[in-house]
Every structure is written in structure tokens, then in C-alpha cells.
């Protein structure tokens, strides 16, 4: 089992900047596809960003060029830097970690943390 926790979430105004990070408790995170995710009120949970094992990054259309997800290994820590914040980006935003082990594949999720953008 593997336990997610995000923070930096807030509240900013539209051109504003956060900085989320996802601790986890693998020790072993380097084994798990890491993203984020995010999910407003009325809507379903859309993918916002990830970063594979092997070092690959994708990123939702509507957030490219503003976000950037990062990992350090080390610290077992996904980051998601959000610059030039617009009132859609409002969601709470989840941590997920992949792994597939022996054929089956494994989904965590942490318990999200609120970004709210507004003037």
C-alpha cells in the first residue's frame, strides 16, 4: 500500500503561482508513473500532468506551457509548479501513483488539496 499526501494548495489570483508537492510512502517511488490530476466541482477528474519512469512528461492542453511536474526520487516527492493561475484551474488537485507488479496494476491515489483562483 502506498499513502499519498499533497500540499500547497490556496487560494490566488488569476496570474498567481503555487507550487503543489505529493510526498509519498514508497521507498521505492522510482517504480511508480507518478501525475497529477485535478477535479472541479460538476466535472470528472482530468488528467493535468505525469511524469513516467522513464523520465517522459505529458501535459493537458490547457495547462502547457503554465505547469511544470517534476520528481525527486530521493525525497520520494512529486511536484507540480502552476505559474500564471486562471480562475478554470480551479479544482482540487490529486496525487496518483502507477505501478504494475507481476502483470497487475496498482493505483493510489492521495486525498487531494484545493486550488482556488479567483480575483
Known amino acids: 500500500q502506498v499513502q499519498l499526501v499533497e500540499s500547497g494548495g490556496g487560494s490566488v489570483q488569476p496570474g498567481g503561482s503555487l507550487r503543489l508537492s505529493c510526498v509519498t510512502s514508497s521507498s521505492q517511488i522510482g517504480v511508480y508513473d507518478m501525475g497529477w490530476y485535478r477535479q472541479a466541482p460538476g466535472h470528472q477528474r482530468e488528467v493535468v500532468a505525469t511524469?513516467?519512469?522513464?523520465?517522459?512528461?505529458n501535459y493537458a492542453d490547457s495547462v502547457k506551457g503554465r505547469f511544470t511536474i517534476s520528481r525527486d526520487n530521493a525525497i520520494k516527492t512529486l511536484y507540480l509548479q502552476m505559474d500564471n493561475l486562471q480562475p478554470e484551474d480551479t479544482a482540487t488537485y490529486y496525487c496518483?501513483?502507477?505501478?504494475?507488479?507481476?502483470?497487475?496494476?496498482?493505483?493510489?491515489w492521495g486525498r487531494g488539496t484545493q486550488v482556488t483562483v479567483s480575483s
Open positions: 496518483k501513483a502507477t505501478g504494475v507488479f507481476y502483470g497487475r496494476e496498482y493505483n493510489y
Open positions: 511524469f513516467s519512469t522513464l523520465g517522459r512528461m
